[in-house]
């Protein structure tokens, strides 16, 4: 049997593992009722794309038949229509009490039917068995599950925790490679935000990974998810040191409003975007050396991820328009923007009240 490896998400009660290796999906069975203690009924959510590569592999690795929700494929899934579609046919089965919903998918699954677990009879439990590196490096591990809507990204959600996450190796081998690159710009975030060592690794050997290298992949996924892991034991629900996580999201979060949360930019394109422009601002307003931005953004160049706002496309995009979509970001206080600034590569924290002229400033030049 594979070697495994668990990285323990510690919130007393609410604590759970994160399991990651290959061949997962096989003894997903196994794993969830070592989870609970005894068997689970199972619900798999799941969309589209993913259905036809990995649902086989887990069915057959569940041992027991399961009942299937399948939702369209893309950003635009994460909807209020999408939502009640999936608690409907979640209550139409009917889930109880004892029913596990499983996700099993990228980050758009995950948000979504963590979301429809926490709200369907007061809260169902849920595993996540994320499929894309961004997930299985970030968005799975941690609670969050949302859907979008008309005023922004992640408006709408709860923190519900997973009881297991298991993050199979193999499934990022069947990514398009411009998935991989969205889910590498995560991982760069954990290293521009907290360890500089790390990113001085991922120099090294990023390039390996978007190739396909399972154990440079495995790795990947380790670190950041024992990074993620510390932040969030320590901040759960995001008062105050997990907000660190959002480094670039301000800004790419607005591009993704800006381009109608499509296919023109995906979620890790416009963080990569915005981890450049964090880092510009964290220049301008800290004193961050210009060095480290530009260091941050030839990286990201020499992985093939977008750098700046001109490699989208339909850009150039109105300043202020961008602005006021921050406006709506969950990190704002009294309406104040707030950002994810550095002093340094490597040494990020949170920078209240910041002035709109000095994010037009970055945004124009």
Request: charged content about 20%; aromatic content about 4%; glycine content about 10%.
């Amino acid at each position: 049997m594979p070697t495994l490896e668990r990285i323990s998400v510690a919130l007393e009660a609410r604590s759970y593992d994160v399991v990651i290796g290959t061949g997962l999906l096989e003894q997903a069975g196994a794993l969830i009722d070592q989870a609970f203690g005894r068997p689970r009924r199972a619900v798999i959510v799941t969309d589209e794309t993913v259905a036809r590569h990995q649902l086989p592999r887990l069915l057959q690795g569940l041992g027991q038949p399961a009942a299937v929700i399948t939702i369209p494929t893309g950003e635009g899934a994460k909807s209020w229509a999408t939502l009640q579609q999936v608690v409907d046919q979640l209550l139409a089965l009917p889930a109880d009490r004892g029913t596990v919903v499983v996700a099993l998918g990228g980050g758009v699954v995950g948000d979504l039917a963590g979301f429809a677990a926490a709200i369907t009879l007061r809260g169902l439990d849920v595993v996540q068995i994320p499929t894309t590196l961004l997930s299985q490096v970030d968005s799975s591990v941690g609670g969050k599950t949302a859907i979008n809507t008309s005023a922004g990204k992640n408006l709408v959600g709860a923190f519900h925790q997973p009881s297991l996450v298991l993050a199979d190796i193999e499934c990022l081998q069947t990514l398009p490679m411009r998935e991989r690159r969205a889910g590498y710009a995560e991982a760069v975030k954990h290293a521009a935000l907290a360890d500089a060592p790390f990113m001085d690794w991922l120099e090294q050997h990023g390039v390996r990974a978007l190739e396909g290298d399972a154990d440079t992949l495995a790795r990947i996924v380790s670190h950041s998810v024992a990074t993620k892991a510390a932040i969030v034991a320590a901040d759960e629900r995001e008062a105050d040191r997990r907000a660190l996580l959002n480094l670039g999201h301000t800004f790419g979060h607005a591009l993704e409003a800006e381009t109608g949360f499509s296919d023109r930019l995906l979620h890790g394109e416009a963080v990569a975007i915005g981890i450049g422009l964090a880092f510009d601002l964290s220049h301008h307003l800290l004193g961050c050396p210009a060095s480290d931005a530009a260091r941050v953004r030839q990286h990201f160049a020499a992985v093939g991820l977008p750098t700046r706002i001109s490699d989208v496309p339909g850009a150039p995009f109105d300043a202020d328009r961008l602005i006021a979509h921050m406006a709506h970001d969950k990190k704002t206080a009294d309406g104040k923007l707030t950002f994810i600034l550095a002093d340094r590569l490597g040494a990020a924290r949170v920078v209240k009240a910041v002035d709109p002229v000095a994010v037009r400033h970055v945004l124009v030049s």
